[in-house]
């Protein structure tokens, strides 16, 4: 016979949840019921604490069932139902990883993409330490904001004011910034 222990918060909250804060045997839901957890195998019959041996059941339902099972067919069929939602949702989670990868590598493509036309305007090498610098201003301004910011930090700086590459590149963020709040890059000096 297994002992029973409290379970914890997360593991309750995870269970309603999942069942929708909805009472599994008669279809209640909170708030006009109060919600408690029970065990499909009774822990009185070796049933254990695993998400898949839990249920959400109001308590009317819950103290009025004691020991008893539900029947077989419904404790596989819910398992099986269980079964299914868990794999649904690991799979949503690799989806969602493998989605924030593609944009990590997008943000990356972006800011070679960007560095490369740089480096062919201003006939210079700047080296990929560059990129960590590019990536943050796309990331914050957008690619086209940053190409336009370019065309600007080009002109304005390197060709007019003789800057170095790096460091006229190194000017993009100021000029996103105007950009972006309807300003000339020269406006504050006019």
């Known amino acids: 016979m297994s002992i029973r222990k409290p379970l914890s918060k997360r593991t309750r909250f995870e269970v309603f949840k999942r069942d929708r804060f909805t ?20 822990v009185a019959e070796g049933g254990g604490d695993e998400i898949t041996n839990l249920i959400t059941s109001c308590m009317d339902c819950n103290r009025g069932k004691g020991k008893r099972k539900l029947s077989d067919d ?18 949503q989670y690799e989806m969602i990883a493998l989605w924030k990868q593609e ?8 800011a070679e993409s960007a560095l490369m ?22 990331r914050e301004f957008g690619i086209r904001l940053v190409y336009d910011a370019m065309d600007i930090a080009y002109r304005d700086y390197y060709m ?3 800057e170095s590459s790096s460091g006229s590149l190194s000017r993009l963020g100021g000029i996103c910034y105007n950009l972006k709040n309807g300003r000339n890059a020269w406006d504050k000096k006019g």
Not at 23 to 35: E, H
Not at 83 to 88: I, K, R, S, W, Y
Request: proline letters at 6%; a positive charge.
């Open 74 to 91: 419904a404790v596989i069929k819910k398992q099986q139902a269980q079964l299914v939602e868990l794999a649904e949702k690991r799979e």
């Open 23 to 42: 009472c599994q045997y008669c279809g209640k839901m909170a708030p006009d019921v109060i919600l408690e957890v029970d065990h499909i195998v009774p």
């Open 117 to 138: 036309y740089w480096n062919r305007m201003t006939y210079s090498d700047l080296p990929d330490s560059k990129l960590p610098f590019i990536e943050k201003i796309i």
């Open 160 to 162: 007019r004011k003789r």
């Open 103 to 110: 944009l990590l590598d997008m943000e990356k493509n972006a």
